[in-house]
């Protein structure tokens, strides 16, 4: 890939994902989340991109779950997108905030009944006694709202605003194309510099 010193990575992150949703076969927005706990135990996941707001980089989750611990505990984390039918790589290093309760609101109500009473029923990452515990709870939300399903205070959205990204293109022999962009101090612009494979 030609590549300009100046660029502007969700520009062309952008670029790589509008190719990705023509080819993956499911979940192109589907990326691995990676967090740290404040005693420096790592641990990942797969969670699914939802939208790009001022450069950050928006999914949601429940706020009691193991991840959001930790980013509360560190506010820090790392995404890497990979798609398989492209051979392509995307990795970014940045801070995690929340976003404002009004985004989350606003997503919350686009989700489909099923995904709203979700939210309530589940207790994200702590132990659950049956499957039939859970559909219990989701049985017990369904008939608690009946109409309108508010948005528990217990979920919503983060933002990771990066840092650092790293674009990789798969070639033969394992030469693989690796650049990595980092923001200029004077006038913020990213600056890129390709890096062995």
């Known amino acids: 890939m030609e590549l300009d010193k100046i660029v502007d990575p969700i520009l062309l992150f952008k670029q790589w994902l509008s190719e990705a949703e023509k080819k993956e076969i499911r ?9 740290v706990s404040k005693n420096g135990m790592p641990s990942v996941r797969t969670v699914l991109l939802k939208d790009i707001i001022n450069c950050d980089f ?8 193991r991840k959001s611990n930790e980013i509360n505990e560190t506010g820090k984390g790392a995404i890497c997108f990979y798609w398989k039918s492209l051979n392509r790589q995307v990795r970014l290093v940045g801070d995690i905030t929340k976003v404002s309760e009004d985004i989350s609101d606003k997503y919350y109500k686009s989700r489909s009944r099923g995904s709203r009473i979700g939210a309530w029923a589940s207790k994200q990452s702590r132990e659950l006694e049956s499957r039939e515990a ?7 939300f369904e008939s608690k709202y009946t109409d309108d399903i508010p948005r528990p205070s217990h979920w919503g959205g983060f933002a990771l605003k990066p840092i650092e990204f790293e674009f990789w293109q798969d070639s033969d022999f394992r030469l693989h194309d690796r650049f990595i962009l980092k923001p200029t101090k ?3 612009q990213w600056i890129a510099k390709r890096h062995y494979p």
């Open 27 to 35: 979940d192109p927005n589907a990326m691995q989340l990676a967090t």
């Open 58 to 65: 928006v999914f949601y989750t429940n706020y009691e779950s």
């Open 134 to 140: 859970l559909m219990e709870e989701v049985r017990l």
């Open 186 to 188: 004077q006038n913020n």
